[in-house]
């Protein structure tokens, strides 16, 4: 009977190995959940910025037309990714206003995948950076 070669086997595990990853990779980065054809914009209240991995989620109180006010969730990049592009867990911070773009949820909930959001100063935030 002949042995099957160690580097056949070992090759076969690799590549077993690299694809698992990529599956799981790609499923983690998926927009599913958002519409990416659609954009829409709203004006409100930064609530709570959660700065965590492997994303971070801004929380905006949004007034509505019954007097009251709705919650928006919005999911944005990572904290690494952000932080390389002069984001800080304070760049954001509870009670400031902030007029965000987005891409919606595509169950009609409230938020979205964060595009950018402007500032009463004129500063736009983006998940690929800060800037005027």
């Known amino acids: 009977m002949k042995k099957t070669p160690r580097v056949l086997i070992l090759a ?3 590549l077993s190995i690299i694809i698992s990853t990529a599956v799981s990779v790609s499923a983690h980065h998926s927009f599913a959940m958002f519409n990416m054809n659609e954009e829409k914009t ?8 959660e700065w965590t991995n492997p994303h971070i989620w801004i ?7 019954k007097g ?9 990049m990572s904290p690494n990714f952000l932080e390389r592009r002069n984001w800080t867990r304070t760049t954001l911070k509870v009670g400031d206003k902030i007029t965000v773009t987005f891409r919606p949820l595509r169950d009609g909930k409230n938020g979205g995948m ?12 983006t998940m690929g950076g800060g800037g005027q």
Do not use: A, C, H, R
Request: net charge negative; no cysteine.
């Open 12 to 14: 076969v595990l690799t």
């Open 42 to 49: 709203i004006t409100g209240t930064v609530k709570q910025v």
């Open 114 to 125: 964060f595009v950018n959001g402007k500032m009463p100063s004129g500063t736009v935030l």
């Open 59 to 65: 929380w905006i109180d949004v007034p509505n037309d």
């Open 68 to 76: 009251s006010v709705d919650l928006y969730g919005f999911e944005g």
